[in-house]
């Protein structure tokens, strides 16, 4: 599946879709069953381990640099096709994570 077919599966998922405070865990179900069913394989939170422990995959908020990873991290969603990984997708459960410009600091995350 091209890139962009998934694109219009998740835009199509969350367009509509009641977000409000700490809305993270249901919208995240509701992208992995919209993905099932465009028959797809999102793995939650990479439990077949695609990402080695210490892999150096996060951005600092800081600096915004690329920094190494102490243990092993947990993307929400990994989505495989044909058991190729295709995308790595996040989901925030605080949607004030999510800004036009800079990161929030929230609990140190």
Not at 9 to 33: C, E, F, T
Not at 94 to 103: A, C, I, P
């Amino acid at each position: 599946m091209a890139i962009d077919a998934l694109e219009d599966i998740i835009r199509s998922a969350v367009r509509g879709y009641p977000v409000g405070p700490k809305s993270g865990n249901q919208l995240h179900r509701h992208l992995h069953d919209s993905i099932v069913a465009a028959g797809l394989d999102p793995d939650f939170e990479d439990s077949r381990g695609f990402l080695r422990p210490g892999e150096a995959v996060w951005r600092d908020k800081h600096s915004g640099k690329v920094v190494e990873t102490a243990g092993r991290r947990r993307i929400d969603l990994v989505v495989r096709d044909g058991g190729r990984v295709i995308a790595l997708i996040e989901v925030e459960s605080d949607l004030n994570d999510l800004r036009e410009s800079g990161v929030s600091n929230r609990s140190g995350h």
